[in-house]
């Protein structure tokens, strides 16, 4: 597969734990948010999205946390798996921007056995 | 329902030559946007278009270019081929634009390679 990028900064995890993603981003108008998955070799994968008039939102095994205090967004993935180990992506949509996203540089997530 | 799906998954081309690259949506998705992905430079906005209307553009110099069909089927061409326009480009497709946002879903990509 190809390099998603070089230089990423890696969040390596033992299986079962709980893994926690940071992002920060730019814009304060800012109103729609996204985390993706990307594993090598194929595009980003949705995972979980949040608006700006939430703070907490659920799915299964993920949860996304925003603070537009401080710009920023976590993602939180329990009891994580091998099939975890991916680069994530934050993205941000600013308002009125239609569908125009702006990402993160991302983060490589490593799960050991 | 389908994903959203490009071909070709890769190309090579030589320097100078021009490249056509095409998006199929997600089946009822309107809106269609362009990525481009590096190593150095991360996922970077081409454009967007929505009812066969580009409603957004990135930073990108006018050799990139792109059109929508009737259809939402979506293209995007590339003249004058440089060696920094190797990269993997990406399609996401979404059913909506403006200001009620949805979810935009990427599909596999088509790996550019210019020599």
């Known amino acids: 597969g190809e390099s998603v990028g070089l230089h990423l900064p890696t969040l390596s995890v033992q299986e079962g734990d709980n893994s926690i993603i940071n992002c920060a981003y730019s814009?304060?108008?800012?109103?729609?948010f996204i985390w993706y998955k990307q594993e090598s070799g194929k595009g980003p994968q949705f995972i979980i999205d949040?608006?700006?008039?939430?703070d907490k939102r659920q799915g299964q095994r993920v949860t996304v946390l925003l603070n537009k205090t401080v710009k920023h967004l976590s993602l939180q993935i329990a009891a994580t798996q091998p099939g975890d180990s991916a680069v994530y992506f934050c993205?941000?949509?600013?308002?009125?921007?239609?569908?125009?996203?702006?990402f993160g540089a991302g983060t490589r997530l490593a799960v050991h056995p | 329902k389908a994903g959203v799906t490009q071909t070709p998954r890769y190309l090579i081309k030589t320097r100078g030559q021009q490249v056509t690259l095409s998006c199929s949506p997600i089946?009822?998705?309107?809106?269609v946007s362009w990525y481009q992905q590096t190593p150095g430079q991360g996922l970077q906005f081409l454009f967007e278009y929505f009812s066969e209307t580009q409603r957004n553009k990135g930073n990108f110099p006018g050799r990139f270019s792109g059109r929508q069909f009737s259809n939402s089927r979506s293209e995007m061409n590339v003249s004058t081929l440089e060696l920094g326009d190797s990269a993997l480009y990406l399609c996401a497709s979404s059913e909506t634009s403006g200001s009620t946002l949805g979810s935009q879903y990427f599909g596999p990509g088509t790996r550019l390679t210019v020599t």
């Open positions: 089946s009822g998705h309107r809106s």
């Open positions: 814009n304060s108008a800012s109103d729609y």
């Open positions: 949040i608006r700006s008039n939430m």
């Open positions: 993205a941000e949509n600013i308002s009125g921007g239609y569908n125009k996203l702006i």
